[in-house]
């Protein structure tokens, strides 16, 4: 497996072109290139933004390895099957180190993936009508390519290189050293602002593979809450709600029809992760890692909800029939959860309904991973909105309450909050909701983090996945892969708690 990625392959790779839509879309290696000679037209500068998509479906990223990473650290997931890899359960106890499987996966595709915007970003500043939109088009869809990179990068390991541009010469970043967070963070905004004024606002069918205006702005709304930076949160969250018909986004009515994967992209995708593609390496294997053991479905019994988890919901919450499988077929037998070979609750929402294309080994599917969805603005800008006004606004509870009243579908739970709630409670209120709405689509684990919540989900009374090993002072970050210590000493100190 390729590794020395700070010096090697950033610089010296293989460029996976595509000439194509998303759902079109098959790798051409080119080889070793310098983009400023390479690129001639904006066709030959989409190809290689298109490439940066391939990378994403493999399974070192949205395939498995990263979401697997972002959903054990949160309290919403846990290990089923106990004989599954050890990486898996070390990061799921928090016992992992610096050679865990996973990071040692995600670190090297990130960089990988950002070596290739930034020569996309190269050739778009080389061709003859580099000054005209297409070309500014593709040099906005690049540069928040990287940003959405250095979004997972900067949130699981901390302070990290930050690679500005392309590197044609390896032996000048061999040496480089960590940006601190805070300064990667305003990069990764000044990429977002520059791709919020010049991608499309949408693109012809209905294609959300690749990012606009507001998948922009959702970044950009996302990074703010992270930073605490809560009025440019809301400012960015309402911007989208409120261009959400020039955008094309809107809440599907029915949770359940998001989660069938034939139906492709939907209004309330904002940003999503292809695998149609038909990219030689596109891997999505969220079906069977979430699936029953000895089911129809072919499932691993890999990831679990928490033991808790379930039990937040009321009845009657019509997430729940998608979001939880609690009876499925095994050998023609409709059997109830404590007689399956793993007795816990399962997930349902990627294995329920995995679309014509999905295979039973789980290499290919017909459902997308999504990125960021129309209802994670809306509690963005619950949440925000109290913290700007030391309390919920009438607007916040109205962005909570449309989420709660797609949850209801027609019936009577979950209930509207109620005006007159503290702005404590009405932001833990929030947090369970996002937790309700958005079990294993990475969000959990993020927002324990920046709430600094680790001990009180972890190790208080309500407890719903306990980890009495939780450490504060170490497991807000992961450790830097090993490797990249030992070819280049100037990325220590590892992060503390790893030594």
């Known amino acids: 497996m390729e590794r020395n990625i700070l010096y090697r392959i950033i610089a010296v790779f ?27 037209t904006e066709t030959e500068v989409e190809a290689a933004v298109l490439g940066v998509y391939s990378r994403f479906a493999r399974e070192p990223l949205f395939g498995r390895a990263l979401p697997l990473t972002m959903i054990l650290l949160g309290d919403a997931c846990d290990i089923g099957d106990l004989g599954t890899a050890a990486a898996r359960i070390q990061m799921n106890s928090f016992n992992s180190d610096a050679n865990n499987g996973l990071t040692n996966a995600i670190w090297p595709e990130l960089y990988k993936s950002i070596g290739i915007a930034n020569a996309a970003l190269v050739g778009a500043e080389s061709i003859p009508n580099k000054d ?9 869809e690049a540069m928040v390519l990287k940003a959405l990179c250095y979004y997972y990068l900067v949130q699981l390991f901390g302070d990290i290189p930050y690679i500005a541009n392309f590197v044609t010469e390896p032996t000048s970043v061999a040496n480089i050293s960590k940006t601190p967070a805070a300064e990667v963070y305003q990069n990764m905004i000044a990429d977002c602002e520059f791709a919020a004024e010049n991608l499309p606002d949408k693109y012809p069918n209905n294609i959300r593979c690749r990012p606009t205006k507001g998948s922009a702005k959702t970044l950009l709304a996302s ?17 989208v709600i409120n261009n959400a018909p020039t955008y094309g986004y809107s809440f599907v009515s029915d949770f359940t029809e998001l989660w069938k994967g034939d139906n492709g992209d939907q209004t309330e995708h904002i940003w999503t992760v292809d695998f149609q593609g038909g990219y030689s390496k596109s891997y999505n294997f969220w079906g069977p890692m979430t699936g ?10 890999v990831v679990v909800p928490s033991s808790g988890l379930y039990n937040l919901y009321e009845t009657g919450d019509h997430r729940m029939a998608t979001t939880f499988v609690t009876e499925t077929l095994v050998k023609g037998v409709m059997t109830p959860y404590t007689n399956w070979p793993i007795p816990r609750i ?15 080994d789980g290499s290919y599917t017909s459902a997308n991973w999504p990125i960021f969805r129309f209802a994670e603005v809306y509690l963005i800008a619950a949440e925000a909105l109290a913290e700007v006004n030391n309390g919920p606004t009438a607007k916040a509870y109205e962005y909570i309450n449309k989420v709660r009243e797609r949850a209801r579908f027609g019936g009577t739970v979950p ?4 005006t007159g709630m503290s702005k404590t409670d009405f932001i833990n209120a929030v947090l369970k909701e996002r937790l309700m709405e958005f079990p294993l689509e990475c969000k959990r684990w993020y927002d324990i983090k920046r709430r600094q919540l680790g001990d009180q989900v972890f190790k208080g009374a309500n407890s719903i996945e306990p980890h009495s090993n939780f450490t504060s002072s170490k497991d807000y970050l992961l450790a830097l892969p090993q490797d990249e210590l030992d070819r280049n000493p100037n990325l220590m100190p590892q992060n503390p708690g790893y030594n």
Do not use: R
Request: charged content about 15%; overall charge neutral; aromatic content about 12%.
């Open 346 to 360: 399962h997930f349902g929402k990627f294995c329920l309904y995995p679309g014509a294309k999905a295979s039973s």
């Open 415 to 418: 209930a509207n909050l109620q």
């Open 14 to 40: 293989a460029l996976t072109f595509s000439i194509a839509s998303c759902n079109d879309l098959e790798e051409h290696p080119i080889g070793v290139l310098a983009p400023e000679s390479y690129f001639q």
């Open 292 to 301: 029953v053991s000895g089911a129809k479905m072919n499932g691993w019994s």
């Open 223 to 239: 990074i703010y809450l992270t930073l605490g930076q809560y009025d440019k949160a809301a400012q960015y969250a309402e911007d």
């Open 132 to 140: 005209g939109a297409k070309a500014k088009q593709l040099k906005a």
